[in-house]
């Protein structure tokens, strides 16, 4: 059974950062694309930050303060979020593709955590 724990959330003022993890198990973590979306009140889930062996994709609004990592021997992946923006509020979810990029689409992703909340303070 495929699983996916988010960890990390909270408060935190703006401009300050956070760390979210995610642990995987019941699938070959290394094999897949692994990525992090988000979705605010009233808003549709939207593409973070994702990462596979080819390479990683960002969103642009999260260029140059969200980075991403992973661990395979750990079967984790990693978002260290930087100046954080009242904006950036939302849950974030963490979720698993097959597919051997980076893909940016909700559809792309076969498996999903059950999200962590992040609140960003102005």
């Known amino acids: 059974q495929v699983q996916l724990v988010e960890s990390g959330g909270g408060l935190v003022p703006a401009g300050g950062s956070l760390s979210l993890s995610c642990a995987a198990s019941?699938?070959?973590?290394?094999?897949?694309?692994m990525g992090w979306f988000r979705q605010a009140p009233g808003k549709e889930r939207e593409f973070v930050i994702a990462?596979?062996?080819?390479?990683?994709n960002y969103a642009d609004s999260v260029k140059g303060r969200f980075t991403i990592s992973r661990d395979n021997a750990k079967n984790t992946v990693y978002l260290q979020m930087n100046s954080l923006k009242p904006e950036d509020t939302a849950v974030y979810y963490c979720?698993?593709?097959?597919?051997?990029?980076?893909?940016?689409?909700?559809?792309?992703?076969?498996?999903w955590g059950q999200g962590t909340q992040v609140t960003v303070s102005s």
């Open positions: 019941g699938y070959i973590f290394s094999s897949y694309a």
């Open positions: 979720a698993a593709s097959r597919r051997s990029v980076a893909p940016m689409a909700v559809g792309a992703y076969e498996y």
């Open positions: 990462v596979s062996w080819s390479g990683t």
